[in-house]
């Protein structure tokens, strides 16, 4: 019995993990509500550019900033990406967050408008680093998980998985 209960929780976990990105951390510098939403969902992302990591100098006390952007899509990261600077989503909104509140940004938006994919896709995550707008002078991003330099920041989206379904 201590071997099929064993067994039947390497399963589980297969399961877990295959099934929506049930280990996928959101980034530190980043909210969004709803927090199970998917490419299809109306979201919100909220920015603490205090909380990111950057290269050049940092986004805190902006009076706006710009995202740069794509999608993660068949596990192809940077898919349908909107420029930060002069970019425009596919659906004619501005890649801006604006002012959220203590020292945050905020957009609303939702994913596949805005980046143009049809109903259907497996889009797992939205890749993104921030700038001023202007110019890469100042940018927030995720922090290296080797703590060496700065990195992409990735956002995961709930998703129904493609792949093979199991029953119990």
Known sequence: MKNFTFKRFI????????????FAQMPDMIEMIPPDATAFDEL???????????????????????IHSGLTIGGEDWQNVV???GGVGAN???????????????????????YGIEPGTLA?????????????DQD???FDANGTDCADIFIPLNFVPTGPSFVF
């Open 140 to 142: 927030g991003r995720d």
């Open 11 to 22: 399963l589980l976990m297969a399961v877990m993990i295959f099934s929506g990105g049930a």
């Open 44 to 66: 919100t992302l909220i920015f603490d550019p205090a909380e990111a990591c950057f290269q050049s100098g940092s986004l805190t006390g902006l009076p706006s900033i710009a």
């Open 92 to 114: 004619g909104q501005a890649p801006t967050f604006e002012p959220y509140g203590d020292g945050r940004f905020s957009i609303t938006y939702t994913p596949a408008d805005y």
């Open 83 to 85: 420029d930060a600077i």
């Open 124 to 136: 797992t995550r939205i890749c993104c680093v921030f700038n001023n707008g202007i110019n890469w």
